[in-house]
C-alpha cells in the first residue's frame, strides 16, 4: 500500500491526500498505526484464535519478526 494507491482508491489526487494529514501524522504513518491497532485488537480477544504469525500476516506485516519489532516500537 503507498500513497498513490490509497489516493487512486479514493479518487483524490496524491497532493490532496498528502494535504489532508499536513496538520498531523504522514499518510504511511497513519496506515501504519491503523494497522497495529487492529493487530492488538485481534491480539486481545479472549480464547482468540490467532497466533502472532496469523495476525502478522492478516495485517500485512512482511513477517511476525517485522511485526513484533513494530508493535515494540509504540
Do not use: K, W
Amino acid at each position: 500500500m503507498t500513497p498513490a494507491t490509497i489516493a487512486r482508491a479514493l479518487n483524490v489526487s496524491g497532493r490532496t491526500l498528502h494535504r489532508a494529514f499536513a496538520d498531523g501524522e504522514t499518510v504511511m504513518a497513519y496506515v501504519r498505526r491503523r494497522r497495529l491497532e487492529g493487530a492488538r485488537r485481534e491480539l486481545g480477544l479472549p480464547c482468540g484464535p490467532f497466533t502472532v504469525a496469523d495476525v502478522a500476516a492478516r495485517r500485512q506485516f512482511a513477517d511476525p519478526s517485522h511485526f513484533r519489532r513494530a508493535h515494540r516500537g509504540t
